[in-house]
């Protein structure tokens, strides 16, 4: 399989030498393409000088459209694999190849790497572990999707998924919508365990009143999901 790394970035140049050293060890046959989405630092110069190829939004459009255009690099260049990671190193490369294996053996056709299915690791704080379970037990009533780490963006997508995601990709938070998405589209989907770290430098954008406004936003969004899945050229 071909496999791009979508790896969506803002201000992340100080992270992405500690990202290069877990994929030149765990992926090197993989092809990397860093978003940088309107950085205010040398977060595309770093990756240039990394060897990797560099996307520059010319403003700032969020993590879904950086992940959108990720995809949309990946659809044009003919890539069988997209697989998502955050630039600021909390993604361990060496479960890359979990994430891979359903992909490899046709199981699924999105992947997602839960960090709580394994011991140990970076499991974020106690109001956004609680709010990860909320979200994931509304999945499951909304649309059936089965999922222990809704906010996820450690995830490899396959073809299929590809297609979908370049086509659309929600906005605003897009980790649990994009699950729905899938979902309700007919995809596969499938979990495996990871380890997660702390990001060493910088500091994550999701505040105690921003998890408030995330649960909201993507609670109202998932109410107002389809009611059933759309074909092609069929409304919903």
């Not at 500690?18 to 030149?24: A, C, F, P, Q, S």
């Not at 990871?194 to 909201?216: C, F, Q, W």
């Amino acid at each position: 399989m071909r496999v791009a790394l979508i790896v969506p970035a803002l201000n992340e140049a100080r992270n992405l030498p500690r990202l290069e050293e877990g994929l030149r060890a765990h992926a090197p046959e993989c092809d990397v393409c860093v978003v940088d989405d309107g950085s205010a630092d040398d977060t595309a110069r770093v990756a240039e000088a990394l060897g990797w190829n560099v996307l520059r939004l010319a403003v700032n459009l969020g993590i879904g459209g950086a992940v959108q255009a990720g995809y949309l690099w990946a659809l044009e260049r003919g890539y069988d694999v997209a697989v998502q990671v955050d630039g600021d190193g909390q993604h361990d490369p060496a479960y890359l190849e979990a994430l891979l294996a359903p992909l490899r053996s046709d199981a699924a056709d999105v992947v997602i790497g839960s960090r709580f299915l394994s011991s140990g690791g970076f499991r974020s704080t106690l109001v956004r572990r609680a709010g990860i379970r909320y979200l994931s037990w509304f999945l499951r009533l909304r649309c059936g999707a089965r999922v222990t780490d809704a906010t996820s963006g450690f995830r490899a997508a396959g073809r299929r998924a590809i297609e979908l995601f370049a086509r659309y990709y929600p906005s605003d938070y897009p980790e649990p919508e994009a699950i729905a998405l899938a979902k309700r589209a007919g995809l596969r989907l499938a979990e495996v365990p990871v380890r997660m770290h702390e990001r060493t430098h910088g500091r994550s954008s999701i505040t105690a009143l921003r998890t408030l406004y995330y649960l909201v936003k993507v609670s109202l969004a998932l109410v107002l999901l389809p009611p059933r899945r759309a074909h092609d050229g069929e409304a919903a």
